[in-house]
């Protein structure tokens, strides 16, 4: 590009700074009001995961009783304390435990499946997938197959095998149980990252400044990292945001049929479960996590996608 | 074609066999077996049951048995239903569920495909909201959430469905809509933003100009070339259906193979357990071939090789 263009006539010329690739997507980014709406309310989620704690009104297993004996008391029955009883904002379990604090450890459950399962994934999908793509052919096909066969796997089998025999184990208690959970979620679920980041490479590598590189005598290794990853990073990113909902899908599914977080710790799946039981006389037991959980999913879903349109502007729309 | 398809479908079997390994592994690594109650059997009485299942023998041979029976059609005794092979377990339970994921499966499609059709036509017009919201809820309520909401609202507080069970159409219907509702969403979404696409397309301006009227634009140029990417996501729809349906017939407590898996896992009922893991296997590899293939036939420029 060695020419010199020079304004036509009449023309004005605007001087456009030079925009990289982030700094165009943020702009891009700050158009669209829904990934907006998405951000903010992952932000919020974010800070409600790690102060949770110290907002909620009560630690989350402490059993009101006073209240639960004062509501029989007062003709209410024995049960359940309704929202706004007795200082208990959202009402109480059967147990008389703070049905807020329990929805905000619960937040931070979530958060916690957010990032823990997306960095497993993350380790695991992006090596096999680089090594797939840079050496293509035999190993490439060996591990596609490999990939077929974990497709295959039923991961729901998986996660519910692995957490029964590393129950007893220090793994399996880690963080109540959460951790394995975390991580047999991330293990079934790296393919379609792994996928992606194959098919980048493979795109990539026939690019002419990778060809450059190589013929100026680049090592593979730094051309994988300095060049290949940079490049193919806007839809590993987006792949990794809108992989978030499937994960507290994932792991909301698993509490409620009673494997994943345990007891006396509630993620929004089992308190769900538990307000199950419940659902004719006090059915806010199973609204407020499934409110919870709805708009968890819809904040990484919003963001998820204004980013996809932000950082690869071609594929706007699609999945 | 026949040799692609033939060569896909032969794939199936070393995928299945590396399944078969990995599940059988992974199983007798669980501790406890299928014997454990919660009052211990005696030492002898276990030994003897052990010895009679063939659970004393390594574990490389009591796979090579498993596998031969199941080449054969044998799926084994149940360990935990004993008065029940597990041949009965899965033709009892199958129909069931293979009825619930069709069903689903059916109204996904009929639902999702016009709704994302209309969004696109009525483009940032009612449609395309009422479109865009109905996705929005789908993709963000996880399908045991939905079927919740759906017996509060539609048995508990209007009475209109029944709660639970499979015993006539009027126990279908919530069930179906709790496990269509992801998909629906899923392919809503594509169908749309695959239409939008189509629309800018050279060949629709052209149809457009050279006289074509809209109606046969829209159905005979549009629809069906934006149907195209469509089909690719109707494989992982599928797997999601499988799985999905295990949940759904627990909400509902539907007699269906579901059931049986989950408990299969706790109980160690190990045969079982082989017998479902391989049957999920097969649906989710087998439908993966009938997508590709079918993207194939929808698609001539597609060749494979």
């Given amino acids: 590009m060695a020419t010199v263009t020079r304004p036509l006539p009449g023309q004005v010329v605007r001087e456009r700074r030079s925009a990289g690739l982030w700094r165009d997507a943020w702009g891009r980014l700050r158009k669209n009001r829904l990934a907006l709406v998405g951000l903010f309310m992952v932000l919020l989620l974010l800070f409600l995961g790690i102060f949770g704690p110290f907002i909620a009104p009560y630690p989350y297993a402490q059993q009101d009783l006073k209240a639960i004996?004062?509501?029989?008391?007062?003709?209410?029955?024995?049960?359940?304390?309704?929202?706004?009883?007795?200082?208990?904002?959202?009402?109480?379990d059967q147990l008389g435990r703070d049905l807020l604090s329990r929805l905000l450890d619960g937040a931070r459950i979530s958060v916690s499946v957010a990032l823990v399962v997306q960095l497993v994934i993350l380790l695991i999908g992006v090596p096999i997938g680089a090594i797939a793509g840079w050496f293509s052919g035999r190993l490439d096909n060996l591990l596609m197959r490999f990939t077929d066969i974990i497709y295959a796997f039923p991961d729901l089998l998986f996660i519910i095998i692995l957490s029964v025999v590393f129950r007893e184990t220090a793994f399996g208690r880690a963080f109540d149980g959460l951790l394995m959970i975390f991580v047999a979620i991330g293990l079934t679920s790296w393919v379609t990252v792994a996928r992606l980041v194959r098919g980048q490479l493979l795109s990539l590598k026939e690019t002419e400044f990778v060809e450059a590189a190589r013929a100026i005598g680049v090592q593979d290794r730094k051309i994988i990292t300095k060049h290949l990853l940079p490049n193919g990073v806007g839809p590993i990113i987006v792949a990794v945001t809108l992989g978030i909902p499937g994960a507290i899908i994932a792991e909301s599914t698993l509490s409620y049929i009673g494997i994943g977080v345990q007891p006396p710790r509630a993620s929004w799946g089992?308190?769900?479960a538990e307000g199950y039981k419940w659902i004719r006389a006090e059915p806010h037991l199973v609204l407020f996590p499934a409110i919870c959980i709805a708009s968890a999913l819809a904040s990484f879903t919003f963001l998820g996608d204004g980013l996809r349109d932000a950082l690869d502007p071609k594929l706007k729309g699609k999945q | 074609m026949i040799r692609y398809i033939t060569r896909r479908l032969l794939w199936i079997i070393p995928v299945l066999f590396a399944v078969s390994v990995i599940t059988f592994l992974l199983m007798h690594a669980v501790p406890g077996g299928p014997w454990a109650r919660e009052k211990a059997l005696p030492d002898a009485v276990e030994a003897r049951l052990n010895a009679k299942y063939g659970l004393d023998q390594p574990l490389y041979e009591q796979y090579g048995r498993w596998a031969i029976a199941f080449a054969t059609g044998d799926l084994g005794p149940s360990y935990r239903y004993q008065d029940r092979t597990v041949n009965d377990i899965v033709a009892d339970g199958f129909w069931v569920t293979f009825q619930l994921g069709v069903m689903a499966f059916g109204l996904a499609v009929l639902v999702g495909i016009p709704l994302g059709i209309l969004a696109a036509l009525g483009?940032?017009?009612?449609?395309?909201?009422?479109?865009?919201?109905?996705?929005?809820?789908?993709?963000?309520?996880?399908?045991?959430?939905?079927?919740?909401?759906?017996?509060?609202?539609?048995?508990?507080?209007?009475?209109?469905?029944?709660?639970?069970?499979?015993?006539?159409?009027?126990?279908?219907?919530?069930?179906?809509?709790?496990l269509a509702g992801f998909p629906i969403a899923v392919i809503a979404r594509y169908t749309r933003a695959s239409m939008l696409e189509v629309t800018r397309k050279d060949y629709i301006r052209t149809a457009h100009s050279k006289g074509v009227r809209n109606q046969s634009v829209v159905s005979?140029?549009?629809?069906?070339?934006?149907?195209?990417?469509?089909?690719?996501?109707?494989?992982?729809?599928?797997?999601?259906?499988?799985?999905?349906?295990?949940?759904?017939?627990?909400?509902?407590?539907?007699?269906?193979?579901?059931?049986?898996?989950?408990?299969?896992?706790?109980?160690?009922?190990?045969s079982l357990l082989m017998a479902m893991t391989m049957l999920y296997a097969f649906a989710v590899a087998f439908l993966n071939v009938v997508v590709d293939v079918l993207y194939a036939y929808i698609d001539p420029r597609i060749r494979y090789s």
Avoid: C, K
């Fill in chain 1, 69 to 92: 004996q004062q509501a029989a008391a007062d003709g209410y029955g024995i049960g359940p304390l309704n929202p706004g009883q007795y200082g208990h904002v959202l009402g109480t």
């Fill in chain 1, 270 to 272: 089992s308190l769900i």
């Fill in chain 2, 123 to 178: 483009h940032n017009r009612w449609p395309d909201y009422l479109t865009t919201s109905i996705s929005i809820l789908g993709v963000t309520t996880p399908s045991f959430v939905l079927g919740i909401l759906l017996i509060v609202v539609f048995s508990v507080q209007l009475g209109w469905f029944p709660t639970g069970g499979w015993e006539g159409p009027e126990t279908w219907v919530l069930p179906t809509i709790a």
């Fill in chain 2, 220 to 270: 005979r140029h549009m629809i069906r070339n934006a149907l195209i990417p469509v089909v690719t996501i109707l494989g992982p729809t599928l797997a999601f259906l499988v799985t999905g349906s295990f949940i759904i017939e627990r909400v509902f407590n539907i007699p269906g193979i579901g059931q049986f898996y989950l408990n299969a896992i706790s109980t160690r009922d190990y």
